[in-house]
């Protein structure tokens, strides 16, 4: 059972462009949610985080929307750089403190 | 660099074997996670430990056991090696294991079984 889907493998933007990312999650239980970037021979590395309480948090291009009644989020990467290329993994945690991934969606940034 | 080391990176082995993966957290960090990438999945969440006790547990194989050693270093042990436990296995460390840490993960483990 996959509590935390992403649903779209992989998505190629243009350099300059708006990136955006979603995820679902099924569980009514989780409270809070994280992105993670993960380059190819290198494990995932945290990019941004949110709490259900709040709906939105940026940080720099990077910005994650959380909507708890639709059990939705989504991050946005504006502008789109190449070096944004890479595998988003978006992840969540209840009570727990382990983390349930998503599999993970490709953004290639072309120029 | 995230200052968690996995070793080996690369894990080449035949059906019905053995193996040890190693991990060393971030210098501080007292708990380490488990994860398992297998082809087009996300992580698996395995299990954890914190200061060398197993706090919590999750769909890991009963052919898997782990520890985590005074030094705060940890070890996956996969036993009676199949095909489908081909897949990247990342350790990942945080520093008390609570919820809501950022978790900082190693480079990962390619196990092959052929």
């Not at chain 1, 509590?3 to 989780?30: A, H, W």
């Not at chain 1, 909507?67 to 009570?95: E, M």
């Amino acid at each position: 059972d996959q509590q935390v889907k992403q649903n779209s493998p992989s998505l190629s933007v243009q350099e300059g462009r708006i990136s955006i990312l979603n995820c679902d999650y099924t569980n009514s239980m989780f409270d809070y949610f994280l992105w993670y970037k993960k380059y190819p021979a290198e494990g995932p590395t945290f990019l941004i985080s949110i709490s259900s309480i709040k709906d939105k948090n940026e940080d720099g291009r990077f910005t994650v929307f959380l909507n708890k009644s639709a059990k939705h989020l989504s991050l946005h990467i504006v502008p789109s750089q190449p070096g944004d290329s890479a595998v988003y993994f978006c992840a969540a945690s209840g009570t727990a403190s382990k983390l349930t991934f998503g599999t993970g969606t490709r953004l290639q940034v072309t120029l | 660099d995230s200052g968690v080391t996995q070793t080996p990176k690369h894990l080449i082995t035949a059906t019905g074997q053995r193996v040890t993966l190693r991990c060393s957290p971030r210098s501080g960090d007292l708990s380490v996670y488990w994860y398992q990438q297998s082809l087009d999945q996300g992580l698996q969440f395995l299990i954890q430990y914190y200061n060398g006790e197993e706090r919590a547990k999750g769909n890991i194989l009963e052919r898997f056991s782990a520890q985590q050693f005074p030094d705060l270093h940890s070890e996956l042990n996969l036993s009676s090696l199949e095909l489908g436990d081909s897949a990247l296995y990342f350790c990942a460390s945080s520093l008390t294991g609570t919820k809501d840490e950022k978790l900082f993960f190693g480079s990962g483990t390619q196990l092959s079984v052929l």
